[in-house]
């Protein structure tokens, strides 16, 4: 049951896809706190996921639009305030996809033209949003734009590969264009840096689910879940965090300030002197060749 932190207020969001999306469960939190929002996704993305069913549930509208298209997001934002009566107060961009990731190319030997695909898609996107937004006038004054990040912008995560330089300019971008659209139209620009969670595009990462369990591990809170960092974006959107801007905010549990816990360190324990399992045929697990990275 809502609490109103978002009643009058209208809001976009990005990559909705299925109930695993973070993006899906903002959406339905933002829907519980009083916005009326539309939901935005490739065409691609809306045939192949289930957007138009969360869309129906929300009694909203979902409109098609590649975040990389200039031309695509003029139209995604004239439509919104049409259809919701005005201008926005709140965007949530929840995009990321790395073709390197998918072909499993070592970031030792990027394809270039897959780079540049991530940095467009998963950081770039970001930038447009923003640019589209300030140029049509489309966001409120006290407004709130919020991406979501993860720690591989600051620290290297085996197997995250260019999408860890992806979330490092998106968190770029937060920072120099929150300070000129907050000193221009006082509006907040941050980032939201969650722990691994399962979504569609988390399972695309090499080893994905040992590196869940690390994290928990690691974690003195435990990794925060889909539904508690949507509940972190609702704050954001509302007025309660008026003066937060430019800032790139750890949703993680405690993992960002973290060395070593007991209880990684106890399971750490557990595989010394075990044979490593590389080579094996798991496609899991590193090969052979791979260690002269650990």
Not at 75 to 86: I, P, R, V
Not at 136 to 151: H, P
């Amino acid at each position: 049951m809502g609490n109103n932190l978002l009643k009058g207020k209208r809001g976009i969001i990005f990559g909705a896809l299925n109930p695993d999306s973070i993006a899906w469960k903002v959406a339905e939190r933002a829907h519980e706190e009083g916005a009326k929002i539309t939901l935005t996704n490739t065409p691609v993305a809306i045939r192949m996921g289930e957007t138009n069913g969360l869309a129906e549930k929300l009694n909203t509208i979902v409109i098609g639009a590649d975040a990389t298209n200039t031309d695509d997001l003029t139209n995604l934002f004239k439509e919104s305030m049409e259809y919701l009566g005005g201008k926005i107060d709140f965007v949530l961009h929840s995009i990321g996809m790395s073709p390197n990731v998918r072909k499993e190319r070592h970031y030792s030997d990027l394809d270039y033209n897959y780079l540049d695909k991530t940095l467009d898609v998963s950081a770039i996107s970001f930038h447009k949003v923003m640019q589209t937004a300030r140029k049509l006038d489309a966001i409120n004054e006290w407004g709130s734009v919020v991406a979501l990040s993860y720690v591989a912008a600051q620290r290297t995560f085996y197997g995250y590969n260019d999408m860890a330089d992806a979330k490092a300019l998106l968190e770029s971008f937060a920072r120099s264009f929150g300070y000129i659209y907050g000193r221009e139209r006082r509006v907040r620009v941050n980032t939201i840096s969650q722990s691994p969670t399962i979504t569609t595009a988390g399972n695309g990462v090499k080893g994905f689910d040992r590196l869940l369990d690390f994290a928990e591990r690691m974690s003195p809170l435990g990794n925060a879940s889909a539904a508690e960092c949507a509940n972190y974006c609702i704050t954001l959107f509302s007025d309660l965090t008026k003066m937060v801007t430019m800032q790139n905010l750890f949703h993680d549990g405690g993992f960002s300030n973290m060395g070593m816990s007991l209880r990684a360190l106890e399971q750490y324990e557990k595989g010394l002197h075990q044979d490593c399992a590389c080579g094996s045929a798991n496609d899991d697990y590193p090969s052979a060749d791979e260690h002269r990275y650990d």
